[in-house]
Antibody, heavy 117, light 111 residues
Framework: QLQLQESGPGLVKPSETLSLTCTVS??????????WGWMRQPPGRGLEWIGNIYYSGKTYYNASLKSRVTISVDTSKNQFSLKLNSVTAADTALYYC?????????WGQGTLVTVPS | QSVLTQPPSASGTPGQTVTISCSGSSSNIGSNYVHWYQQLPGTAPKLLIYRNNQRPSGVPDRFSGSKSGTSASLAISGLRSEDESDYYC????????????FGGGTKLTVL
């Protein structure tokens, strides 16, 4: 059974870089025709897609975040990562990682990241 | 403002059938699959319907999905109290080199 687990700091200062890692177990990131994606959900609000990385390394980003986002993959550790720079209080949210074929079928439990105002 | 449009709320009584709509455009729903996610309070989203009308293993057949043109619907029949949840539609969008779009979510209340 595939499992995904987000990890990273729960508190990030304004203007700094948010860095999260998603560790995948029960299956390999490399060599499979899947996207690996990041979503976020501000408190009390809906889901927002941040971006995906395809197994080949090709990335897709939300246009509204593209200038601040980098998603990368480390196949040796079976992990993929999210970096969001120049954060503000508006980036406070639950951050989820997930696997996507055509749909997001496996999700992590989410990790709360707070950026104080 | 979400690319896919859902009603913010829906409600029904136990046993009823409730339908939640999701409206998009030719670049997303009109040319790609629609998926539905259920998010129970305090939990991560869970895949409920994929590829317009397919149910993952373990999802009751009370849940069904359909798509027509640039719109899609999620129907829940035999409504139960445990169906009270947030529901999101999603699709791939071919514009801007490709990206995922979500609906704003519909909060379903079982009265």
């Amino acid at each position: 059974q595939l499992q995904l687990q987000e990890s990273g700091p729960g508190l990030v200062k304004p203007s700094e870089t948010l860095s999260l890692t998603c560790t995948v177990s029960g299956g390999a990131i490399s060599g499979s025709s899947y996207h690996w994606g990041w979503m976020r959900q501000p408190p009390g609000r809906g889901l927002e897609w941040i971006g995906n990385i395809y197994y080949s390394g090709k990335t897709y980003y939300n246009a509204s975040l593209k200038s601040r986002v980098t998603i990368s993959v480390d196949t040796s550790k079976n992990q993929f990562s999210l970096k969001l720079n120049s954060v503000t209080a508006a980036d406070t949210a639950l951050y989820y990682c997930a696997r996507m074929g055509t749909e997001f079928d496996y999700w992590g439990q989410g990790t709360l990241v707070t950026v104080p105002s | 403002q979400s690319v896919l449009t859902q009603p913010p709320s829906a409600s029904g009584t136990p046993g009823q059938t409730v339908t939640i709509s999701c409206s998009g455009s030719s670049s997303n729903i009109g040319s790609n699959y629609v998926h539905w996610y259920q998010q129970l309070p305090g939990t991560a989203p869970k895949l409920l319907i994929y590829r317009n009308n397919q149910r993952p293993s373990g999802v009751p057949d009370r849940f069904s999905g359909s798509k027509s043109g640039t719109s899609a619907s999620l129907a829940i029949s035999g409504l139960r109290s445990e169906d009270e949840s947030d529901y999101y539609c999603a699709s791939w969008d071919d514009s801007l080199s490709g990206h995922v779009v979500f609906g704003g979510g519909t909060k379903l209340t079982v009265l």
